[in-house]
């Protein structure tokens, strides 16, 4: 069966520092993958979505950045962090049109 | 509004009572789904419904889609304290390239013992 991985759960980081949030996805080949932020008491705003390994596609301007760097492996990064990237942020791989998250993480920056 | 928005943002019942949250779309769709969230954790796919359509049933949960409406209602019936989440409409747009949901802000739901 599938099942995808994220961690870590929670995370405190201080502004300007950097960011990696690892997923990866067992079961499956070549899925698509998401990376969406909810803030507090909020839905589901889509960062990134990838349909194969380096193709990454940015859905709103930011200061984060994904990449794909193998065919179940998806990363969420940031060079340096502000207040305002502080939120859950949920990694998703999709079949037939039916999505399956990760558990989150939540980013605190401070 | 936004695409896939949900109604009422907070619901307060008693258990045993059933639970309708309601959510209103913009544009065609390929689909529409409904996802639990427990409070700090990852969304759970609950039914998905395609656009053809109109009526969906799983255990304790009945879906409709009014594609002339742009509407969807999940109905829980007899509700009970396990049920207490946050609940999110998402729709694949038709025209959509690589499954990518919209999702609403959801309904988050209260059961009270």
């Known amino acids: 069966s599938q099942t995808i991985h994220q961690w870590p759960a929670t995370l405190v980081q201080p502004v300007g520092s950097p960011l990696s949030l690892e997923c990866t996805v067992e079961?499956?080949?070549?899925?698509?993958l998401y990376w969406y932020r909810q803030a507090a008491g909020r839905g589901l705003q889509l960062l990134f979505y990838?349909?194969?390994?380096?193709?990454i596609s940015s859905e709103v301007p930011q200061n984060l950045s994904a990449s794909r760097p193998q065919d179940r492996q998806f990363i969420l990064s940031s060079k340096k962090l502000l207040l305002s990237d502080s939120g859950f942020y949920l990694c998703?791989?999709?079949?037939?049109?039916?999505?399956?998250f990760g558990q989150g993480t939540r980013l605190t920056v401070v | 509004s936004q695409q896939g928005e949900e109604d009422p943002q907070a619901l307060s019942i008693q258990e045993g009572e059933n639970a309708t949250m309601n959510c209103s779309y913009k544009?065609?769709?390929?689909?529409l789904q409904w996802y639990r969230q427990n409070s700090g954790r990852g969304l759970v796919h609950l039914i998905l419904?395609?656009?053809?359509?109109r009526e969906k049933h799983s255990g304790r949960l009945r879906v409709t889609l009014d594609t002339s409406k742009k509407s969807s209602s999940l109905l829980i019936t007899a509700s009970r304290a396990a049920d207490t989440a946050s609940y999110f409409c998402?729709?694949?747009?038709?025209?959509?390239?690589?499954?990518?949901?919209?999702f609403g802000t959801g309904t988050r739901l209260a059961v009270r013992p």
């Open positions: 998402a729709t694949l747009p038709r025209k959509s390239s690589g499954d990518k949901l919209t």
């Open positions: 998703a791989w999709s079949f037939r049109g039916e999505a399956f």
């Open positions: 544009t065609s769709i390929n689909n």
């Open positions: 079961g499956t080949s070549n899925p698509n």
């Open positions: 990838s349909v194969g390994i380096g193709q």
């Open positions: 419904i395609r656009s053809n359509e």
